[in-house]
């Protein structure tokens, strides 16, 4: 599905010239659950932002379904990331004044046409990262693991073919992390969604079915884990919460 | 339409939330607007005082003035040839735009006495058109008619003060006065009008035909005044200098030697008005202009802020699929809309204030719908011009780096 060859991506900073990507070849497949890690500096966010459509590379190709999407401009990129990616964000990045379904439905107010079930189908999201008691919620007033699961919503709600999470886990305590991992597997088992996410944590990398691993602006491994763990068994298995005991 | 109206809604919620930051971008706007408030509906009760005032002398838009004398030049009304002659009235009645002349002859005030009361007052010898296009109502018996100016009948008709200062018991119908030594009789009465802004009594006149006026007290075939009734009031500037055109020719006045005559339009009688106030107009509309331009930097300024403080929402926009113009019209709108707000409440506060300083100074106030339309223009201008360079820098933020 997305094919991106000799991309090379060179931050000019005044006279300063930072690389941060030295022609990465990388495919992504329909139904790839990837991981992209490696220490900070290796261009591991850079690289999903620019399959992202978030950021241009300084050279090379990008073929997306086959179709060469560098020398889009930015409204027919915008117009690709409404319809065919989703977002999710280390910090949730929320609008702290919408509730969680107002944040959800974000992106139909910059879809070509606004949907008229686009509320049904902001519940149907909310509802499928089980947040159904949460609509009417603001920001405020969730958890950060509801916050990132508000965001994975967002991300699911126009049923796109590809979620790209950068860190998405970054700020979350283990059994968020579960939660949240838990429900992109399922995304990705049952309805074949392709999950791009960036992290540092070996730990996350073990749930997802590849892991490439980048240093230095190139990628040094590529590898299929042919055992991924399973979030919800992970889940199962912390010890009960607080709040569940009483 | 439906997109415009999500994104107004979107846009007040923003700036309900930052409701702060709303209210100082606001507190410009409310001064500015406000001022121009209270400028335009002072300024339009004024004019509609004198309008009215203007028509009740029976000087709507459709007619001027023509008055013998020059009061700036030096020259008295009545001298040798400071007078309208008839020569000059049939002339000015013969111009393509001139509908109708109606001349009048003021005689200067003088003693008119009922058995052993007298008074002094103005009398006027005028034609029958006079009472209608003045406005007057006749109180009791009847105006002049044509039978009395064909004829030159010695009748009269009171004005209210002057038939109570004559006749304080009884009609005053059919009675006879003396105007000077000469015997006329009493037909009718003008309904009160009261006193004039200037002071003087509206009431107190005496009214005969003009032809026996002409006869009887001037003794001479001329006239003080004259209104000039037009056929097409866009042209008014043109018949008057026609007029004036005559007036100097038939008074033989030499190129040096200034009108020795007076030509009144209605416009000239707004222009003295507004000159007058031209002063506090001046002032407050600097005020105006200014805290309009401080509360523009203000809204930019403010703006801005925001923008940099909302990159994480921009960012997130940018990555569920808004494009650059889609942030640029957000901006747009909620700089717009604070403005709009902003203005509708200096609106508010502007007529309370006009209304409150009206009743204290016992000036007229009245709405005024171009101080309305100018108000709304001024701050929706105000928003969109100075929210241009925020929303233009929103816009250009690159996504990456507002979610970083």
């Given amino acids: 599905m997305i ?26 497949a329909r139904g790839d659950f990837a991981a992209i890690m490696g220490p900070s500096g290796s261009g591991k966010s850079t690289v999903m932002h620019i399959m992202g459509l978030l950021d241009r590379p300084t050279d090379g190709s990008y073929l997306l379904e086959g179709q060469e999407v560098t020398g889009l401009s930015d409204d027919g990129l915008a117009a690709l990331r409404n319809q065919r990616m989703g977002f999710v964000f280390q910090s949730f990045h929320l609008l702290p004044t919408a509730t969680a379904l107002k944040n959800v439905l974000l992106p139909f107010v910059y879809s070509p046409r606004y949907p008229a079930d686009a ?10 990262v089980g947040l159904e008691h949460r609509l009417h919620h603001r920001p405020g007033e969730l958890s950060g693991g509801e916050c990132q699961r508000v965001a994975v919503a967002r991300a699911l709600v126009t049923d796109p073919e590809v979620i790209f999470a950068d860190e998405p886990t970054g700020n979350l305590d283990r059994r968020s992390t579960y939660e949240v991992m838990a429900i992109l597997q399922r995304l990705n088992r049952d309805e074949g969604k392709t999950v791009v996410l960036v992290t540092h944590d070996n730990h996350v ?42 | 339409m439906n997109r415009l109206w999500r994104m107004a809604v979107q846009a007040l919620r923003s700036l309900w939330a930052e409701r702060g930051y709303a209210a100082l971008m606001m507190i410009g706007l409310v001064i500015g607007i406000s001022s121009v408030t209270v400028i335009y509906e002072m300024g339009e009760g004024v004019r509609s005082q004198v309008v009215s005032m203007m028509s009740s002398m029976g000087f709507g838009a459709d007619a001027f003035f023509v008055a013998s004398g020059n009061r700036r030049a030096g020259f008295r009304r009545g001298g040798a040839a400071r007078v309208l002659t008839d020569k000059d009235l049939s002339e000015i009645s013969r111009l393509v735009n001139v509908d109708l002349v109606v001349p009048q002859l003021s005689i200067s005030r003088d003693r008119v006495s009922a058995g052993a009361r007298h008074t002094i007052t103005g009398i006027s010898g005028v034609d029958i058109h006079y009472a209608a296009s003045r406005r007057w109502d006749i109180a009791q018996g009847r105006f002049l008619v044509e039978a009395d100016n064909r004829d030159k009948r010695r009748v009269a008709v009171l004005g209210a003060s002057t038939a109570q200062e004559l006749f304080p018991e009884g009609s005053p119908l059919g009675r006879p006065i003396r105007i000077g030594t000469s015997p006329f009789l009493v037909v009718g009465v003008l309904a009160a009008k009261g006193f004039a802004p200037s002071g003087h009594d509206r009431d107190d006149r005496v009214l005969v035909p003009l032809s026996t006026a002409q006869r009887r007290l001037s003794k001479e075939d001329k006239f003080t005044a004259a209104r000039v009734n037009l056929v097409d009031t866009g042209q008014v500037s043109e018949t008057v200098e026609e007029v004036r055109e005559i007036l100097r020719a038939n008074h033989r006045l030499g190129p040096e030697v200034p009108d020795d005559f007076t030509i009144v339009t209605p416009d000239s009688i707004l222009q003295m008005v507004t000159r007058q106030s031209q002063a506090m107009v001046a002032m407050l509309t600097f005020i105006a202009t200014v805290s309009l331009f401080v509360s523009g930097i203000v809204i930019m300024n403010i703006m801005l802020v925001a923008v940099s403080e909302r990159a994480h929402e921009i960012g997130v926009r940018r990555a569920v699929g808004a494009t650059r113009r889609d942030v640029m019209a957000q901006i747009l709108m909620e700089s717009l809309l604070v403005a709009l707000l902003g203005g509708l409440c200096g609106l508010g506060l502007g007529m309370l204030l006009s209304r409150g300083i009206g009743a204290g100074l016992g000036l007229p106030v009245a709405f005024s719908l171009p101080g309305f339309g100018l108000s709304f223009l001024f701050s929706a201008g105000v928003g969109l011009i100075f929210g241009v360079f925020p929303a233009r820098r929103a816009a250009n933020l690159e996504p990456v780096e507002c979610l970083r």
């Fill in chain 1, 3 to 28: 094919q991106l060859r000799g991309i090379t991506k060179i931050y000019a900073t005044g006279k300063v010239t930072t690389p941060a990507l030295l022609g990465v070849d990388l495919d992504m």
């Fill in chain 1, 119 to 128: 509320e049904e189908r902001g519940r149907r999201a909310l509802t499928a």
């Fill in chain 1, 205 to 246: 990398g073990e749930m997802c079915r590849r892991v490439v691993r980048l240093v230095y602006g190139r990628i040094e491994s590529d590898t299929v884990a042919p055992q991924p763990l399973d979030a919800i068994a992970l889940l199962a298995a912390l010890p009960p919460r607080e709040e569940d005991r009483r």
